[in-house]
Structures are given as C-alpha cells and as structure tokens.
T-cell receptor, first 113, second 113 residues
Framework: SQTIHQWPATLVQPVGSPLSLECTVE??????LYWYRQAAGRGLQLLFY??????ISSEVPQNLSASRPQDRQFILSSKKLLLSDSGFYLC????????????FGSGTRLTVV | DQQVKQNSPSLSVQEGRISILNCDYT??????FLWYKKYPAEGPTFLIS?????DKNEDGRFTVFLNKSAKHLSLHIVPSQPGDSAVYFC????????????FGPGTRLSVLP
C-alpha cells in the first residue's frame, strides 16, 4: 500500500534562516506531488505541484521554492524565512488522471520567530 | 475571489443527530468534488467524493449531495459521533485533476456528547 512521509512534524526557525521540508512517497511510482499551506483560520492553499522529476509548477509567487530530485521525493525550501511563512505545511500525492483525490502527509507546523 | 465557500466557520451538533456541512462554489466548470476531514496537527483525510454526473453519493454514515443548478453541495453525517469532531474541507476541481482542486476554508464541526 502507498504511504507518504513528511518531516519534521514541528519546526521553529528564526527570521532569515533557511528552510528545508522533505516529503517522500512509498508504494507507487510517478505520483503527482503537492505542497499545500494552511495558514491560521484559512483553507488549504496550493503552493507547488509536480507531475514528474524536475517538473515544478508554482501556484503562488512567494518566498518559497520546491524541488523534485527523485520520483518519490518532494522538497520545500526557502533561502530566508519571513514571519509570514509561518503555517501548517502539507505534502500530498495523487495518482494523477481524472477522479483521483489526494492523500496528505501528517503535516509540518512551522513557526518563524 | 473565493471559488469555493464554506460560509459556516463552525457547527455544533448533539451526538446522534444529523450534521449538515455546506459548500458553495462559483465556477460552473467544476465537475468533481471532494470532502476531507482534518484533526488538529494532522493531515486531512479523504472522506467522500462526487462527480457532476451524480447528485448523491453515500458511504456509510456519510452522504454528499450535489445541486449543480445551485452550485451547492452538502455533506450529511448521520448519526453524528464525538469522533467526527474535526475541520471539514470541501474541494472542487474541473477535470478531477489534482492540481486543479480548489479548497474551501473549512468548517469546524463539534459533536457534543
């Protein structure tokens, strides 16, 4: 069966520091991968998605970037964190194609101080 | 401009009664809809989906109704249980492809014993 791993679960980082969040998927190949953010009191905002290695689409211009160095690995990064980057970050995967929803990871609570 | 709206930020229901969570959308191109449940500090989990060729889909205690003319869908939980207390997200897409999903802001359901 497919599983998705996301770490760390919580992270406290100072303003201006770099960020690297990692997500891996097991039990499937060539998944579509996504990074979402849930800001306090708001819904889920799609940040990036990837349909293949090295293919990244950005939905929202921001201080973040994403990379997909391997088929089942998706990384969210920042060179310099801002206070506004605080939030709950979720990685997700889907089968691709019509009618497949997402399976989400357990999330990372990022607090920028 | 929110394409997917969940106008009730919160809802309280007595255990054993029916919970009705509502979702409205503005884009008539949306043809596939999902509901997710999210507990604090966890990733959302898939509950139930419906495509626009149907007006109802049922899975155990969960039923989703779709009214295309009103651009409205609702999730019914019968009977409600304390373990159903969570935030519920409605999501809509055109084509059902993962990157096209738009999430609503969520409704926090509290089921009171």
């Amino acid at each position: 069966s497919q599983t998705i791993h996301q770490w760390p679960a919580t992270l406290v980082q100072p303003v201006g520091s770099p960020l690297s969040l990692e997500c891996t998927v097991e039990g499937t190949s060539n998944p579509n991968l996504y990074w979402y953010r849930q800001a306090a009191g708001r819904g889920l905002q799609l940040l990036f998605y990837s349909v293949g290695i090295g293919q990244i689409s950005s939905e929202v211009p921001q201080n973040l970037s994403a990379s997909r160095p391997q088929d089942r690995q998706f990384i969210l990064s920042s060179k310099k964190l801002l206070l506004s980057d605080s939030g709950f970050y979720l990685c997700a995967w889907s089968q691709g194609g019509y009618g497949y929803g997402y399976t989400f990871g357990s999330g990372t609570r990022l607090t920028v101080v | 401009d929110q394409q997917v709206k969940q106008n009730s930020p919160s809802l309280s229901v007595q255990e054993g009664r029916i919970s009705i969570l509502n979702c409205d959308y503005t884009n008539s191109m949306f043809d596939y809809f999902l509901w997710y449940k999210k507990y604090p500090a966890e990733g959302p989990t898939f509950l139930i989906s419906i495509s626009s060729i149907k007006d109802k889909n049922e899975d155990g205690r969960f039923t989703v109704f779709l009214n295309k003319s009103a651009k409205h869908l609702s999730l019914h939980i019968v009977p409600s249980q304390p373990g159903d207390s969570a935030v519920y997200f409605c999501a809509a897409s055109f084509g059902g492809y993962g990157q096209n999903f738009v999430f609503g802001p969520g409704t926090r359901l509290s089921v009171l014993p």
